[in-house]
């Protein structure tokens, strides 16, 4: 079992950046799979970084050369760098963790990028 609790949210203009922290209550340098998800108004929640314990990442065309996903194990800390946002990108974004074969969620923390 995991607790998260995200952070780093706010207003930011277009073609600024952000950097999203995911706190975790335990170790996570045994989790497998962490990965930030987001979801705006009125549409599905979708994936937008993953990392995997052997330091592999994944990201979707939409983010990919501007997002990075990062841990920081000593902090049990999971970060999502956000570099030249757009206003497409504005939604809330939530952490998961995959521990046992259950998914983990965050609260949420609010991103909101104006034009």
């Known amino acids: 079992q995991v607790q998260l609790v995200e952070s780093g949210g706010g207003l930011v203009q277009a073609g600024g950046s952000l950097r999203l922290a995911c706190a975790a209550s335990?170790?996570?340098?045994?989790?497998?799979?962490m990965a930030w998800f987001r979801q705006a108004p009125g549409k599905q929640r979708e994936l937008v970084a993953l990392?995997?314990?052997?330091?592999?990442?994944y990201y979707p065309d939409s983010v990919k050369g501007r997002f990075t996903i990062s841990r920081d194990n000593a902090k049990n800390t999971v970060y999502l760098q956000m570099n030249s946002l757009k206003p497409e990108d504005t939604a809330a974004y939530y952490c998961?963790?995959?521990?046992?074969?259950?998914?983990?969620w965050g609260q949420g923390t609010q991103v909101t990028v104006s034009a």
């Open positions: 990392s995997t314990s052997d330091g592999s990442t």
């Open positions: 998961n963790a995959r521990v046992m074969g259950r998914s983990y």
């Open positions: 335990r170790s996570i340098e045994s989790i497998v799979t």
